[in-house]
């Protein structure tokens, strides 16, 4: 419950920033607010087709990282993973003409997900054999997988008429089926399904016992618990870059249908607040998700229908960061969040 | 004679594309060595282009780089009180703060000029030429025929290297990055060295904003550093650490920028997006010591 107060008072603390920055830089922010709640949730349609769509990409995203951050890793290059398995997706999407749609689309997905998986090998690979910090190796790799994109867009992958820096449609049968009468597709299914799962990861079974133990804390799950932390921790880092490359599929096979250079509008960075606004609890991530996906719908109805530049809400994505970082220092606030942030700011030292 | 212009012109554009990171690097180098990792460097960077663009526009150039310079440390001075003063997490504050700044810059960008844009015409810094020096053929047009930001970034690599490796302060910083605990026990008060180093960087991270819009492009546009801050933060790592280093990573990663407009001045249609990877992939090794020992201070990000 505390939990639920504590991120009920950052989304709040949030959104009221948010007014009174557009009522001090001139904006009506009653108009801009309303417009936002209309775009978010006015109607089925803005709900489905705009609210629930930038949802999918955001729940699965911020899975990934908070998996992550359970085994006491951060993943920031969940951006780079993202564009891998888009990459991968519609690689894969263009040769599955004529396929049955289940298959076509579980060989997309999977395709996807591999190919997140292989971005994040590397920074893995980095950190067990050289301990290089995942931090700056998995940002790097952002960089690479959007130089990467901009090559197959231009390159491989490009449309037939070699115009646009974009690919060809992926084919029919590998299109994620969409809710009749919205744009909404089948991902969110796929998205809530994978934080039930990986709920009772969490807390049902060894594995997830051992996730949270080394992200607690390291030492004492390999002194006391004879737990490789080491390779917990690579393990969560692994599953987090295949459900950020998942997203990169669903993305593709949901909603664009091909591979263009600014598939995700920093889908990777506001994963993050969504992971920690969800507390790191795979169903507080799903709400969590949601409630993104709202703001960032309503953001786009608020620069439409009141003039207000969308970009406004980061600053309210940043309130919630900030106020969920708080809340981990005073006692209280987000159970387990506050523990493993606390350790990775002083791992085996004294707080102070 | 050919050759030699089209040399002379790339070692220039790769120098001008290298400015903004240099400046921003060496900032980084402070607040680095004084065990904060400064992710909201890239919102500090956008904050001072904004920031040159209006002051500028209002009062010219050099007061466009005073107000950027002034808007990086106020971004830095807000990074410090929660990262430093509250112990939170530095990767997720930094994030945080560049997000807030994304959406600032934006917001006021609009409200300041329209949705149309604006600033299109805003007074720039010209190239200054050294005379003598720019006369050097090649070299010459590269390093001393550039706009005043060039120069800032040069003359400050040995000054922030004199500070680090030859004064108290430095030391008490060094020592600050290296064990911040034992630096305690010697009597150093380390939160106040972290916040003041942050800050230093965020000035700096302003002052490569204005030069990225002064200097470089000529306008702002919504998120146009597009990354460059966490570039920086490769070529810190790049560079070890080191004012010098850092020189060398900067005018690495301009260099790979510059090859693409090379490459089309040549008319060559090599995928040039691999090399803009290549600057990435050479930090990567590098940070596995395949490129000489790299060590990061002990205390980073704690």
Redesign the interface.
Known sequence: MRALAWAIAAVGLGLAVLFLGLEAAGFSATAGLSALWLGAFGSWDAFTSSTLVRAVPLILIGLGISVAFRGGALNIGAEGQFYAGAIAATWVGLQLAGQPRPVAIAVLLLAAALAGLCWIVIPVWLKLRFGVIEVISTLLLNFVALSLVSFMVQGPLQEQGHIYPQSDPIAESARLPLLPGSRLHAGLILAVAGGLVLWFLFARTLWGFRLRAVGLGPRAAEVSGRIDSQGVGAMALLISGAIAGLAGGVAVSGVSYALFQNLSPGYGFTGLAVALLGGLHPIGVVISGILFGALEAGAGAMQRDAGIPAVAVYVVEAVVIVVALLATVPRGGWIGLRAVVRKRIAPGKAPG | MDSEVLVAGFLAAAVRVATPLMLAATGETITERSGV?N?GLEGMMLAGALAATMGATAWGPWSGVACAIVAGMILAAAFAL?AVG????Q???G??????A???T??????AYG?GGAGLSIPTLESVAIPGLSEIPVLGMALFDQPAPTYLALLSMPLVWWVLFRTRLGLALRATGEGA?MARAAGVRTKLIRTGATIVGGGFAGLAGASLVLAQVGSFT?GMTA?RG??A??IV?LGRWHPGGIALGALLFGAATALQFLLQTLGLDA?Y??F??LP??L??LA???AVGRVR?PADL??
Request: glycine fraction near 10%; charged fraction near 10%; aromatic fraction near 6%.
């Open positions: 990792i992710l929660l509250a112990r939170a997490d990767i997720i504050t994030t945080a703060i560049t997000l807030a994304v959406g600032l934006g917001t006021v960008y609009r409200q949705s605990a919504e990354g966490y570039v933060i490769a790592v995928p997006q691999l803009l990877m990435y992939l930090t990567l940070l596995a010591g990061a990000g704690r």
